[in-house]
Structure formats: structure tokens, C-alpha cells
């Protein structure tokens, strides 16, 4: 018998079953962190890009979060400064693919399988894992299968127009409260301009920019936001419900992700007029 959307939000909400790993990416000339279970084959993976001036470790709960529930999830610390480059952070982004897929990862040669690969991000680092899955969607051999954002912020170029070539599943998380990249001319534009038919746009309630990250950082002083535990908790049973269906093919989680979620209902456009 399926699980209720309830339940599987329940399930998600809780790490998973796997026991969590941490390694640097700077040993292979990448600086970044990545989160693995301690052991698997095959496994799918997820690059995540960083938010403006935020460091990685400001998502550790949500990457090792991911990687609990047997997904390898990769952030590279590059781009930190106050005028990053976007496209180079999406090419970063491409190349922390590279090396989880190519490098061997753990003490038991943890493998990750090159046909389940997806993208994230937060803020800008969301806009350029759009930029990042365009790329990658004009290559002659795409490898991205799924994008998810949270707050997403648009871009140099801009994201929304790079989301137009992009086919695979897109989710977005929007903050209610983002006065730093408000929904309408950020996620709405990017969700809105989408190429496929499989994307979905979610406003988080009492969310602002910051709220998916972690801990204390001086970038609070200059920009709206603070870290809020209830953003975190959505966007990690999101994020996981999402990457699980659409990398590994399951369908347990995919009635969650149909499903509106208190604090998280699904973005749905007007039918138009008869």
C-alpha cells in the first residue's frame, strides 16, 4: 500500500539509513566538501552551488542530509568573493560531477553512476545550477537527469533564460519572505521559463533568503535573512523526495512530490479563460 504524502514528508524529514562520510575536494584540486554514504555502487549524486558569499558549510545539514539517504552530494567553495563569476561557478559545478564520478570516493571505493546525475543550489548558486544544466542540456551527450533550487537568485547570463533549453525535472523552492531575490523576478521567472513540462514551483511559508542555511555568518549583517529550522526541514525532505525519484527511478517518494505540503504548496498556474 503507497505511503501518504504525509507520511513520506515524515519519513524524509529524518535521516536516512546510510551512515554519512565527509571529504575535501581540494585533495583533487577542487576546494569543496563532499558528503557520501560510507558505502555503495551506482550511487547518484548531486553538485550544489553555494548562495552569495555563503560557504559551503552553511548547508552541511542538507548535504549530509542527502547523503544519508544514499546520494553522493558535492559543494566546490569556489566564487565566494562579493563579484563571482556565475558561469565559472556553473562550470564548477559540472567539474564536481566530474570528479565524484571519476575519482575514487572513500575508504570501500564508493562508485557513483554516471546516468544519475542532477544539479542544485542556493540563491545564486541556484541560478547557476540552472546555467550549469543548460550547458550541460547543449553537450552532445547530457548527462543532467534533475534540477532543484531554493530561493533561487538569476544571473549573469540570466538564468531564466537558460532554463528555456533545459527538459529534465525542475523543482523550486521560493522563500514567502525573500526580499533579497523576490520570487517574481527570480524563481517565478525561472520556473516560468522552463523548457519541460516537469517543473514545479513551491512557496515556503515564513521563509526569507537565508532560511536553508546553517549556523552564523557575518553575511546576515548585510543581507535580509536569518536561518529558520522548518525551511531547512522542507527543503531537505524536498530536495530528497525529488533527487530519489527522478536519479534512481523509485516511485515511493513521487506522491509527496505531487502532493501540496503545509508551508510548501505547489505554485499552480491559472487555467486561462474560455
Do not use: C, N
Request: glycine share 10%.
Amino acid at each position: 500500500m503507497a505511503s501518504k504524502p504525509k507520511q513520506l514528508l515524515a519519513e524524509l524529514t529524518h535521516p536516512g539509513p546510510h551512515e554519512v562520510l565527509r571529504g575535501d575536494l581540494a585533495l583533487v584540486g577542487l576546494p569543496g566538501v563532499v558528503y557520501t554514504p560510507r558505502a555503495g555502487l551506482g550511487l547518484p549524486a548531486v553538485a550544489f552551488g553555494h548562495g552569495w558569499l555563503q560557504p559551503p558549510d552553511r548547508y552541511r545539514q542538507l548535504l549530509r542530509h542527502l547523503a544519508s539517504w544514499g546520494i553522493v552530494a558535492a559543494a566546490p567553495a569556489t566564487q565566494r568573493g562579493p563579484l563571482p563569476s556565475h558561469r565559472l561557478l556553473a562550470a564548477d559545478l559540472l567539474t564536481t560531477l566530474d570528479v565524484v564520478t571519476t575519482v575514487r570516493l572513500g575508504p570501500d571505493g564508493i562508485s557513483v553512476d554516471p546516468a544519475k546525475l542532477g544539479l542544485a543550489g542556493h540563491s545564486a548558486g541556484g541560478g547557476s545550477a540552472v546555467l550549469a544544466a543548460a550547458q550541460d542540456a547543449q553537450s552532445e551527450k547530457p548527462r543532467i537527469k534533475a534540477v532543484a533550487t531554493i530561493t533561487a537568485a538569476q544571473t549573469l547570463p540570466p538564468a531564466s533564460e537558460a532554463a528555456k533549453t533545459i527538459t529534465v525535472p525542475g523543482l523550486h523552492l521560493a522563500a514567502e519572505e525573500d526580499l533579497v531575490a523576490p520570487s517574481v523576478a527570480h524563481a517565478e521567472a525561472i520556473a516560468g521559463a522552463w523548457g519541460g513540462d516537469d517543473v514545479q514551483l513551491r512557496f515556503l511559508g515564513k521563509a526569507s533568503h537565508l532560511g536553508v542555511t546553517e549556523g552564523r555568518h557575518w553575511s546576515q549583517l548585510i543581507m535580509h535573512g536569518k536561518p529558520h529550522r522548518k525551511t531547512q526541514q522542507l527543503t531537505r525532505a524536498l530536495f530528497t523526495a525529488f533527487f530519489l525519484t527522478h536519479l534512481t527511478g523509485t516511485d515511493k517518494y513521487r506522491p509527496l512530490l505531487e502532493a501540496d505540503v503545509k508551508r510548501a504548496p505547489i505554485e499552480r498556474e491559472e487555467e486561462p479563460a474560455r
